[in-house]
């Protein structure tokens, strides 16, 4: 009896101190380690990717796509539509519209953004790129197509007084080239060439 009692609080003892040793080593060494390098080695990412504007304040990620439709809309380069949260581009609500290619409603809607798109931008309604028009599976993505950048220079040039070459060279600035050359299409960052759009004036 005796040594069956020795036997189970050794068989305790080892369990409780394995549970700390796991405790100690993958509860806060591990993860004290993983954000140490990440700090060190990637601390952009690590933190966000967060984009400041020049008084160093956070005005967005360049990871997550947002609304620039204020009252002086025409004034700024416009995202792809977002079907996340209520009012789109909600980073809690990550989502697409979950509406098949043939749904009436998403036709609709659409629709009635490629007429509001080519109306704002002077531009035919054939001439409309797809993502002027469709959301992202996430409705979060901060990327546009550099054809649907460059369709909206006119606009932006012309509410901004700019002309439309200097405009024309930001966007061309801040084309993304294909990953690794030839993974994707390349892409316009839209809250990094606004940035870059409010720093010319």
Known sequence: MASSSR???RSTGVA????????VVLGVAYPLAVWGVGQAAFHDQANGSMVTDSSG??????????SFAADDADRWFQSRPSAAGEDGYDANASSGSN??????????????RREAVAKADGVP?????????TASG??????????????QVSRVADARGMSESTVRALVEQHTE???LGFLGEPVVNVLELNLALAKAR
Do not use: C, K, M
């Open 138 to 151: 996430s409705g979060l993505d901060p990327h546009i197509s550099p054809e649907y950048a460059l369709q």
């Open 7 to 9: 036997s189970f609080l």
């Open 57 to 66: 304040n956070a005005v967005g990620s360049s990871l997550i796509g947002q």
């Open 177 to 179: 080239s294909r990953q």
């Open 99 to 112: 509406l098949g290619p043939n749904n009436p409603d998403l036709l609709q809607s659409i629709e009635e």
């Open 125 to 133: 309604a054939s001439d409309v790129p797809a993502d002027a028009v």
């Open 16 to 23: 409780v101190r394995l549970t700390l040793l796991s405790t």
